[in-house]
């Protein structure tokens, strides 16, 4: 089944203990990114990856880092999380060809810092 | 950069009614969705309408991309329904940025038995 799989899908931490939500997909999509949801503002992109070693930053990423290594996978690094870091995130890929803009999300991670 | 605006941002229904949902958005796009966030989180593409008119079962989706709206119908509603629905566009500059979507607030919809 063509998915995009997130882990862990539900976590609570503790400020400044660092962690890694994964993000992998089995479509050989090029483009994958990363979204937060919080209440009244929708879903934000973080980062985006246009192609393996090619990432760049979205309109939240302050707190972040990510890699592309290999092309399934897009992780999430929480160098040291903070309690404005607790939302729902949301990884997402698609193919470069299509001209339809047309993503593919995972499940959500819900975070929680404390 | 661009704005996306959905209406009403709470409704509460009765089973079997019909509601319609509005997405305002402030400059010309390429793409518009319609999602639906179950309660469990997870995000459901509902239509891919960048212009005209589309129908899946109970529900239907219209956009007036020279106005800069979109409305989602949802008739006969039932419990599932309920959950938050999101409206989200891009635009062509978006497609080297990962095809960046921007999203409405949502419209968290409750239907009550």
């Known amino acids: 089944e063509a998915q995009v799989t997130q882990n862990p899908r539900y976590l609570i931490t503790v400020t400044g203990k660092k962690l890694t939500v994964t993000c992998s997909q089995n479509?050989?999509?090029?483009?994958m990114s990363w979204y937060r949801q919080d209440p009244g503002l929708g879903l934000r992109q973080i980062y985006y990856?246009?192609?393996?070693?090619?990432?760049d930053k979205g309109d939240v990423p302050e707190g972040y880092k990510v890699s592309r290594k290999e092309k399934r996978n897009f992780p999430l690094i929480l160098e040291s999380p903070s309690p404005n870091q607790t939302s729902l995130y949301f990884c997402?890929?698609?193919?470069?060809?299509?001209?339809?803009?047309?993503?593919?999300f995972g499940a959500g991670s819900r975070l929680t810092v404390l | 950069g661009i704005q996306v605006e959905q209406s009403p941002p709470d409704l509460i229904l009765q089973e079997g009614a019909n509601s319609t949902l509005r997405c305002n958005f402030s400059?010309?796009?390429?793409?518009l969705q319609w999602f639906h966030q179950n309660p469990w989180g997870q995000l459901i593409n509902l239509f891919y309408?960048?212009?005209g008119t589309k129908q899946n079962g109970r529900l239907s989706a219209t956009t007036v991309a020279t106005e800069r709206y979109s409305l989602l119908y949802i008739s006969s509603s039932q419990t599932t329904d309920s959950g938050v629905y999101f409206c989200?566009?891009?635009?062509?500059?978006?497609?080297?940025?990962?095809?960046?979507?921007?999203f409405g607030q949502g419209t968290e919809l409750s239907v009550k038995p």
């Open positions: 997402a890929s698609r193919p470069a060809s299509t001209g339809r803009n047309v993503l593919t």
């Open positions: 989200a566009v891009t635009q062509s500059l978006f497609y080297n940025q990962g095809g960046k979507l921007i």
């Open positions: 400059d010309s796009v390429n793409n």
């Open positions: 309408i960048p212009s």
């Open positions: 990856s246009m192609n393996v070693e090619v990432t």
């Open positions: 479509m050989n999509h090029e483009y």
